[in-house]
């Protein structure tokens, strides 16, 4: 069940569950217990997607459910925690922090690659600053 945390992968609500050996009632159980998030992208489809990097050890179960009791389960949002460049983490993404290297075509400047040369835990103290930052804008918008 392991995913990279740079995988760009979605997965359809019957891959999802094929991934992680369950069947999509399950799937959708878990999700609605507050273990996984999904989204539509109404442009594109009517489909739930979930992102495959949700299941990377970094992340689950911990990080997601942490996220999740800060910012709610709007699956948009918890996407946006996870996806989007942060200025103040070094213009890289909690994915890419997590990770301890950048995705692959990105230049970091020197404080990105600062970041990335931290230890792990290190990395997860700026994870977790982003998320505060995050709950506050999250906070600011409703």
Known sequence: MNTDLLSLEE???QEMATRMGIDADELSCREQA?????????????????PAYQLAPEIYPELLRTAMEVLGTDGPLLETFFSWRDRDLGGLNVREVLA?????????????????????????????????????VAQDWG
């Open 34 to 50: 507050g273990d996984l998030f999904s989204y539509v992208k109404p442009r594109r489809s009517s489909e739930r997607m979930y």
């Open 100 to 136: 301890g290297r950048p995705f692959e075509g990105f230049e970091p400047d020197e404080e990105a690659a600062w970041l990335l040369s931290l230890p792990a835990p290190r990395r997860k103290e700026a994870v977790m600053g982003a998320l505060e930052r995050m709950r506050a």
């Open 11 to 13: 997965l359809s609500t």
